[in-house]
């Protein structure tokens, strides 16, 4: 068994990871980094496909990056330069057969559902009003916020139903802190004054800005990034191990101090003095040597993930949608998500060609993740053949991926096991657990970096920093400028 022994081991090379190395690399502090699969970047890396002479790319699913600190910013534009381009965002909803813009865009909305729907929501609204505001009844759920906040009509129109789409569980079953993150600050109420907005033609700057308009995005997929932390980490000495996976992780009092792993060389052993960690918490948990404490255990087990499905489709078409992606909200389609890669930038398809990169949301084992490419395919064709986005003659090959534990489950329940999960992770004092995957929360690829940032800047300065106080802003999780001075490196 091979051994080494180092000051700081990460394992997972994703954002959060990969971030917290590249710090504590600035300060010349020696570490190891490790990674189960064979690149780096996590649920944020970018594949590449070969057909011929033709190249195709592709995230795992639609990435972009925006963020409230400079810093992030900087950060970036110094790994990427002039690799790292700026794109008008175009997203929307496909629902009825009709398109909505998302952002909701008021006017176009009262266009396409007409009158009779448009009076239904604003009855159903102020029955809410009374239900929830005079009435006081209390909001406990995912569901009561939504329909406290845009009345039930307009609620299962596009919101109720595609979160029960992803999540796989009824609304009344998951937790508010989801609406809370994701549409707090957006009402009916919010939607009439961008209306207004937009029918006298002013700028709107006094109503919730709810999703930039722009982005940054690397010209050559998001895990770009990635791999350039990676390329200039190894520049500097350090070791990133792929297809190394921790089987092990020993303790004892109130330290871990090392990790057991399997890797293309056989087992590793490592020892160091700080474990950075950013992998799924309840795959982490069952590694743990001595194991779990009984009560601990029964708390790990109700922690649930929702999985993924994927279909690349390469297409002899030029273009299909002029959106970077779109939202499929109705459950009767299995098809959640369509991005079309080029519209990130053109660089992610050959010139005159393009495609289309379909999520498919499931659980671990179900139907949908246990279906073949070919069945997979032949049930999402006939849906893009029926939206009339495209259909098999333009097809040149398609590509199936799957993906485990990509959305940590927020149940009604989740904050009373998760508490005592965290409280159990916080009594090793050598411990740093970030990421999505690490922190089991819904987070984004800028709070990620943030994450393993603020971890790199505790080691270094000798504090531990308050990791759950990232990305708590109290509004929408997009709200906010786009950060629009270029940075210089």
């Given at each position: 068994?091979k051994?080494?022994?180092?000051?700081?081991?990460i394992?997972?090379?994703?954002?959060?990871g990969?971030?917290?190395?590249?710090?504590?690399?600035?300060?010349?502090?020696?570490?190891?980094?490790?990674?189960?699969?064979?690149?780096?970047?996590?649920?944020?890396?970018?594949?590449?496909?070969?057909?011929?002479?033709?190249?195709?790319?592709?995230?795992?699913?639609?990435?972009?990056?925006?963020?409230?600190?400079p810093?992030?910013?900087?950060f970036?534009?110094?790994?990427?330069?002039?690799?790292?381009i700026?794109?008008?965002?175009?997203?929307?909803?496909?629902?009825?057969?009709?398109?909505y813009?998302?952002?909701?865009?008021?006017?176009?909305?009262?266009?396409?559902?007409?009158?009779?729907?448009?009076?239904?929501?604003?009855?159903?609204?102020?029955?809410?009003?009374?239900?929830?505001?005079?009435?006081?009844?209390?909001?406990?759920?995912?569901?009561?916020?939504?329909?406290?906040?845009?009345?039930?009509?307009?609620?299962?129109?596009?919101?109720?139903?595609?979160?029960?789409?992803?999540?796989?569980?009824?609304?009344e079953?998951i937790?508010?802190?989801?609406?809370?993150?994701?549409?707090?600050?957006?009402?009916?109420?919010?939607?009439a004054?961008d209306?207004?907005?937009r029918?006298?033609?002013?700028?709107?700057?006094?109503?919730?800005?709810?999703?930039?308009?722009?982005?940054?995005?690397?010209?050559?997929?998001?895990?770009?990034?990635?791999?350039?932390?990676?390329?200039?980490?190894?520049?500097?000495?350090?070791?990133?191990?792929?297809?190394?996976?921790?089987?092990?992780?020993l303790?004892?009092?109130?330290?871990?101090?090392?990790?057991?792993?399997?890797?293309?060389?056989?087992?590793?052993?490592?020892?160091?003095?700080?474990?950075?960690?950013?992998?799924?918490?309840?795959?982490?948990?069952?590694?743990?040597?001595?194991?779990?404490p009984q009560?601990?255990?029964?708390?790990?087990a109700?922690?649930?993930?929702?999985?993924?499905a994927?279909?690349?489709?390469?297409l002899?078409?030029e273009?299909?949608m002029?959106?970077?992606?779109?939202?499929?909200?109705e459950?009767?389609?299995?098809?959640?998500?369509?991005?079309?890669?080029?519209?990130f930038?053109?660089?992610?398809?050959?010139?005159?060609?393009?495609?289309l990169?379909?999520?498919?949301?499931?659980?671990?084992?179900d139907?949908?993740?246990?279906?073949?490419?070919?069945?997979?395919?032949?049930?999402?064709?006939g849906?893009?053949?029926?939206?009339?986005?495209?259909?098999?003659?333009?097809?040149?090959?398609?590509?199936?991926?799957?993906?485990?534990?990509?959305?940590?489950?927020?149940?009604?329940?989740?904050?009373?096991?998760?508490?005592?999960?965290?409280?159990?992770?916080?009594?090793?004092?050598?411990?740093y657990?970030?990421?999505?995957?690490?922190?089991?929360?819904?987070?984004?690829?800028?709070?990620?970096?943030?994450?393993?940032?603020?971890?790199?800047?505790g080691?270094i300065?000798g504090?531990?920093p308050?990791?759950?106080?990232?990305?708590?802003?109290?509004?929408?999780?997009?709200s906010?400028?786009l950060?629009?001075?270029?940075?210089?490196?």
């Open positions: 068994m051994k080494f022994t180092t000051d700081t081991l394992i997972g090379a994703g954002p959060a990969l971030a917290a190395a590249m710090e504590l690399s600035k300060a010349k502090r020696d570490f190891i980094v490790i990674e189960r699969q064979s690149r780096v970047g996590g649920l944020a890396k970018t594949h590449e496909f070969r057909e011929g002479d033709l190249t195709f790319r592709t995230d795992t699913g639609p990435h972009r990056f925006f963020s409230k600190n810093y992030l910013y900087e970036i534009a110094d790994l990427l330069d002039e690799k790292w700026h794109v008008e965002r175009q997203t929307r909803q496909f629902i009825e057969g009709k398109f813009d998302y952002p909701v865009n008021a006017v176009q909305t009262l266009k396409n559902i007409g009158p009779f729907r448009a009076v239904k929501i604003l009855i159903d609204y102020g029955v809410a009003k009374i239900q929830y505001g005079l009435l006081k009844k209390p909001i406990v759920n995912f569901a009561d916020y939504i329909y406290a906040n845009f009345g039930k009509s307009l609620g299962e129109f596009n919101m109720i139903n595609y979160t029960e789409k992803i999540w796989g569980i009824p609304s079953d937790h508010i802190d989801w609406a809370g993150q994701r549409i707090k600050g957006l009402s009916i109420t919010s939607l004054g209306m207004i907005m029918v006298f033609g002013r700028n709107n700057t006094g109503s919730p800005k709810t999703l930039v308009d722009t982005f940054y995005y690397p010209e050559l997929g998001t895990g770009l990034i990635y791999e350039t932390i990676k390329t200039r980490l190894e520049s500097r000495g350090y070791k990133i191990l792929l297809n190394t996976v921790p089987i092990k992780v303790h004892s009092n109130d330290k871990i101090n090392k990790v057991i792993c399997s890797s293309p060389e056989g087992e590793l052993e490592i020892t160091f003095k700080q474990l950075v960690e950013s992998v799924p918490v309840k795959g982490f948990l069952s590694l743990l040597d001595p194991k779990l009560d601990i255990a029964m708390q790990q109700k922690l649930r993930y929702r999985s993924q994927y279909l690349f489709i390469t002899d078409q273009s299909v002029a959106d970077q992606w779109i939202y499929l909200p459950k009767q389609y299995l098809i959640g998500r369509i991005s079309e890669m080029r519209n930038s053109r660089k992610m398809s050959p010139p005159g060609k393009t495609s990169f379909l999520e498919f949301f499931c659980t671990e084992g139907e949908v993740w246990n279906m073949s490419a070919d069945q997979l395919f032949e049930k999402a064709i849906e893009l053949t029926e939206f009339g986005f495209t259909d098999k003659s333009n097809v040149r090959k398609y590509y199936h991926l799957r993906e485990r534990n990509v959305y940590p489950i927020y149940d009604v329940n989740y904050k009373e096991y998760l508490n005592h999960i965290k409280a159990y992770l916080d009594g090793f004092k050598n411990l657990y970030i990421g999505r995957p690490g922190r089991f929360r819904y987070n984004n690829q800028d709070h990620s970096l943030e994450m393993g940032m603020l971890v790199a800047k080691i300065e504090f531990r308050d990791i759950e106080k990232v990305g708590e802003e109290k509004e929408y999780y997009e906010g400028n950060y629009t001075k270029r940075p210089q490196n």
